[in-house]
């Protein structure tokens, strides 16, 4: 995992869990960085489904399902950059 996933998957899992609608700029104005896509596809490869939707100036945002939590302790361990869940 790189750095940034590493460093702010927490922090994206914790807003996705919120049903924030979450881009880029959400994250830039939070001050926590730019590099979401990094974050979402570190997500995506420990099973997470967060899904996509291309706007119409191409700015991707990014969600959970309705209904969906994450129930295993890898998806969680994910969430928060434990090396367990990794």
Not at 37 to 60: C, E, F, N, S
Request: proline share 3%.
């Amino acid at each position: 995992m790189s750095a940034y996933a590493q460093k702010y998957c927490h922090v994206v899992a914790d807003l996705l869990l919120r049903r924030i609608d979450l881009t880029h700029e959400t994250l830039i104005n939070m001050g926590c960085g730019w590099r979401l896509a990094a974050v979402i596809h570190y997500l995506r490869k420990k099973g997470w489904p967060i899904q996509t939707h291309l706007d119409m100036r191409r700015v991707a945002h990014y969600w959970f399902p309705r209904g969906w939590k994450p129930e295993d302790a890898g998806a969680a361990g994910a969430a928060r950059g434990d090396r367990a869940g990794a």
